[in-house]
């Protein structure tokens, strides 16, 4: 049953997703054992050409900049955090958040939240995966599935701090949870993988409705999460902040191997 309706997703998202670059094949030996040469490239001296690669040069360097900084801004955030010199910011911040009193804003954190719990979580990550799967972007599916491990990378970190969460008499603590604080593991999930969708959305679908709606969701999920892990008063607001940090840098890393994985050559058939 699953996988019927993964097959019928996966055959709808075809025909929405756009055509996606082929990577230039290396030519087998020819059938005489002498070396077939690739056809030579096209010139790029026009000034449209030599503007697209100072675009994709550029780029590059700004998302490898960005994210150096997003990495050294996470270990200066955990030794301050290390050093307890981040509680009374915390805890302001916390109360702020947690005074916002909207009809149904705690009812949109908590339904935000749980989609980051397990076994929730895993299907929802092993769904998408599946889906794109059967809407045969092989690349896509496995790079989904390495999105959502976000949150196994944030459990490793945790280890390293051992931070506590937030105390009753801190803050209103809407449900108590095991483990530690530092970092947000749902931020960091969220981050990694609704992330690597907004950029498969942007990039791959065409533009219409789906696309928007697609934008919309997966950039809605990433901002409100953090919101609300302080808001049930499961994370402090330097934790959230950690996991942006660290998942900025995560999400880079995921689009990088993307595009180099579409740039590289396979050998023809």
């Given at each position: 049953m699953l996988g019927r309706f993964a097959r019928w997703l996966g055959r709808g998202l075809r025909r929405l997703l756009r055509p996606r670059l082929a990577p230039q094949p290396v030519l087998a030996t020819a059938a005489s054992a002498e070396e077939v040469m690739p056809p030579p490239p096209l010139p790029t001296t026009s000034p449209r050409a030599r503007w697209r690669r100072w675009v994709v040069v550029r780029t590059r360097r700004f998302t490898d900049v960005l994210a150096a900084a997003a990495l050294a801004l996470f270990a200066g955030l955990a030794v301050l955090v290390q050093l307890g010199l981040t509680g009374p910011f915390d805890l302001a911040v916390a109360r702020a958040i947690q005074a916002v009193q909207v009809p149904l804003f705690t009812l949109l954190m908590l339904g935000v939240s749980?989609?980051?719990?397990?076994?929730?979580?895993?299907?929802?990550?092993?769904l998408t995966a599946l889906v794109l799967w059967q809407a045969r972007q092989r690349l896509e599916a496995a790079l989904a599935l390495a999105g959502g491990a976000g949150g196994v990378l944030a459990e490793g970190v945790k280890l390293l701090l051992l931070r506590p969460r937030p105390a009753p008499d801190q803050v209103r603590v809407t449900a108590a949870l095991a483990g530690h604080s530092f970092p947000s593991g749902h931020t960091l999930l969220y981050m990694g993988f609704f992330g690597f969708l907004f950029?498969?959305?942007?990039?791959?679908?065409?533009?219409?409705?789906?696309?928007?709606?697609?934008?919309?969701?997966?950039?809605?999920?990433?901002?409100?999460?953090?919101?609300?892990?302080v808001y049930l008063g499961q994370h402090w607001p330097t934790d959230v902040l950690a996991s942006y940090l660290l998942g900025s840098a995560y999400l880079i890393l995921l689009v990088r191997v993307y595009l180099w994985r579409q740039q590289t050559p396979t050998p023809a058939s």
């Open positions: 749980e989609l980051g719990f397990p076994p929730l979580s895993f299907w929802m990550v092993g950029y498969l959305a942007y990039v791959r679908l065409r533009p219409g409705l789906p696309r928007t709606l697609a934008l919309i969701a997966c950039g809605g999920l990433i901002g409100l999460v953090g919101v609300s892990r």
